[in-house]
């Protein structure tokens, strides 16, 4: 077996990307390093032009764009035989920084470094290049997908540079939010698988074991775009389920204040009609009508009932003795 490239090797960290560039050469990004963005960056400038700027101004897939310059932002690439890191750093300006560790694939023996606010300009004095030398090229900054990256990283921090990137911004979050929700249930998982005798489980119908295959990409993000779709179709249920049952006790609310006015009106009709037929016009002390609408309101004090339209009565009359039953 042929052995592994520099650049693959790194790769087989998952902290490292390999990138290929369109002259046949490779370029590492160091995916865990933090990028910053800082005041320089709140407004466009060319780095070219003034050594305070933090942007270049270039083509990038035949458009000309503004590409941030963050601190933190590191590859590693060779020039020759020897394998170079290069990185940015700041300190109230720029730093192009940049380390030259020969054949060492370890990383711990530097041959040289140099660190200027000078975007590598000392780089390239070092290697003396025999053909001119992009920095953009040479560090990616021309690949639309570190672009994207670097501005996403600008407009989280200054929403109104890079409006376009609105709509992705909110979607990158979201995906990063599930993916680490996965992560951690998929921690949890493991510990379960662990516990097993056989290394095999059943969770909530799905048949999982610990010597279970890696997916691709592709799949692990139709998978994620189902589970997503999946969720919006529950919120969307919830929602439509919740202005359901506001719709409802505004309908029961409205039902009830109809049906008070209808008790209302039912009770001064039956007092009414009670005084004239056992003809209590003279024979209480007090209003007959305010008298019988407090009697027949009452609860019903085996039920606890209160509508009229349920209860049934009898009034008897003696002299000035009055005696309502209710049922």
């Known amino acids: 077996m042929a052995e592994l490239r520099w650049y693959q090797k790194l790769s087989s960290n998952d902290k490292y990307q390999v990138f290929f560039q369109t002259n046949r050469t490779h370029f590492v990004l160091d995916t865990s390093q933090l990028w910053q963005v800082v005041d320089i960056h709140e407004q ?3 780095i070219t032009i003034s050594s305070q700027a933090g942007y270049y101004h270039i083509k990038v897939d035949n458009k000309k764009t503004w590409v941030p310059l963050l601190p933190g932002y590191t590859i590693y690439t ?16 720029l730093l192009f920084s940049w380390v030259n560790f ?9 041959i040289a470094s140099d660190s200027q606010p000078d975007h590598f300009q000392s780089l390239i004095r070092y290697i003396n290049p025999s053909d001119k030398l992009s920095i953009p090229f040479t560090i990616g900054i021309n690949i639309p997908s570190i672009v994207r990256m ?3 990283a600008v407009h989280k921090k200054y929403p109104r540079l890079y409006p376009e990137l609105q709509v992705f911004t909110k979607a990158q979050e979201t995906t990063e939010k599930i993916i680490r929700s996965i992560e951690n249930k998929g921690k949890r998982l493991r510990s379960e698988l662990q516990l097993t005798s056989t290394g095999e489980l059943i969770n909530k119908g ?12 592709e799949s692990f993000y139709i998978v994620l775009s189902e589970h997503k779709n999946a969720k919006n179709k529950l919120y969307n249920a919830n929602r439509q389920v919740k202005r359901i049952k506001i719709q409802r006790d ?11 006015d209808d ?3 039912l009770l001064a009709l039956t007092i009414q ?12 002390l007090i209003s007959t009508e305010q008298y019988l609408s407090l009697v027949l309101q009452q609860p019903c004090d085996s039920c606890g009932e209160t509508k009229i339209t349920n209860k049934k009565w009898n009034i008897s009359t003696a002299g000035l003795s009055t005696k309502i039953l209710i049922k």
């Open 150 to 152: 670097l501005k996403g």
């Open 44 to 46: 466009f400038q060319d």
């Open 78 to 93: 060779a020039f020759g035989n020897n394998i170079f890191k290069l990185f940015i750093e700041y300190s109230d300006q």
């Open 206 to 217: 799905i048949y999982i074991t610990s010597d279970m295959k890696p997916v691709s990409p």
């Open 250 to 260: 505004h309908y029961l609310n409205m039902m009830e204040e109809e049906n008070d």
């Open 102 to 110: 020969g054949t060492d694939e370890n990383y711990t023996t530097p």
């Open 263 to 265: 008790d209302d009106e």
């Open 273 to 284: 009609d009670s005084i004239k037929k056992e003809k209590l016009g003279s024979t209480l």
